[in-house]
């Protein structure tokens, strides 16, 4: 089933970077389809035996042995909150974050790829309880994306790096420039704005690469974006416009072309690296790890203060 469910994987990596998104269709012992982001996946196996972790949360449902490592495996009906799946029959082993962990799911269906204009957000009702970064239609079905990421900070805990972000306040080099961030998940860009403050540096968060565009061309007319953004750091996989669209655009239109852009993703695949290099980004950064971002982001504002320096 595995080999046949991805025969197509190369295809829908050479559909990356075009505004195009490749889902893997899952059930949760319901006929509502969910669907994760194919460049999160690394296989599918039938469900393997598991051994209990004890302590762990009631959404673990064990370790699984699968290639010669050993991977927590999640009830993802459970960890979202519709119950405890009754027969879990196979397993989604996903890479992001830098992690490697297991989701449960009832039944796989296919993959598929989508328009990322015809993603969309989720309602907004209920949003901080929601488990959904975003949904789509396939034919007459709806698909609903679920947000992996915010279960796996909920049920396993969120990543913390081994060191703090060095708490030196760079806001004097970088005075009247605040840093846009565009993510859809409430999770992360929780995290980044918690990097970002522990820097003394002030932020604006948005939830899509359409609402950085907007949002970006509204700060334009007020004058130079590199008077008022010291650097846009954009998520890749969002509703409306991903973020290799996102800056494919802003690298087109000449009042962003100076703009400093992180891509931050939990995706993994050396074909981001190749992407960020097609798209004209500065930096790409893996999620989540505040050290990392935290440097990135002081080099960024030390090489501004510099070039100030000699300027004067």
């Not at 790829?113 to 034919?139: C, F, K, M, Q």
């Not at 930096?283 to 790890?289: D, G, P, Q, S």
Request: glycine share 8%; net charge negative.
């Amino acid at each position: 089933m595995t080999s046949n469910l991805f025969s197509n994987i190369n295809e829908s990596t050479r559909l990356a970077g075009y505004n195009r998104l490749a889902l893997l269709l899952f059930q949760l012992g319901e006929k509502q389809l969910h669907g994760i982001n194919v460049f999160k996946v690394q296989e599918v196996v039938p469900l393997p035996p598991l051994v209990a972790v004890p302590g762990a949360s009631a959404q673990v449902l064990g370790l699984a042995r699968i290639r010669a490592r050993n991977i927590p495996v999640l009830d993802m009906a459970a960890a979202i909150g519709n119950g405890p799946l009754e027969q879990p029959r196979y397993v989604i082993v996903t890479e992001f974050n830098r992690s490697v962990q297991g989701f449960a799911v009832s039944a796989v269906d296919r993959i598929i790829n989508v328009d990322v204009a015809a993603v969309h957000p989720p309602p907004r009702a209920g949003e901080a309880d929601s488990y959904l970064t975003a949904i789509t239609r396939w034919g007459e079905q709806l698909i609903e994306i679920v947000d992996v990421e915010r279960i796996l900070c909920d049920v396993i805990g969120e990543q913390r790096s081994a060191e703090a972000v060095d708490g030196v306040s760079l806001s004097t080099l970088a005075a009247g420039r605040k840093v846009l961030v565009a993510d859809d998940s409430r999770v992360a860009r929780s995290q980044i704005a918690r990097t970002l403050e522990s820097l003394g540096l002030e932020c604006i968060l948005v939830n899509d690469g359409q609402e950085a565009w907007r949002m970006l061309n509204s700060l334009a007319s007020q004058g130079p974006i590199n008077d008022q953004l010291l650097m846009l750091i954009s998520d890749v996989e969002m509703p409306g416009m991903d973020g290799y669209r996102l800056t494919t655009e802003l690298r087109a239109d000449t009042r962003f072309a100076e703009l400093y852009v992180i891509l931050h993703t939990s995706l993994s695949g050396v074909f981001n690296n190749t992407l960020v290099k097609q798209v004209g980004a500065d930096r790409f950064i893996a999620k989540f790890n505040a050290d990392e971002l935290g440097q990135h982001v002081m080099e960024r504002v030390r090489g501004l203060g510099a070039t100030q320096e000699h300027a004067a």
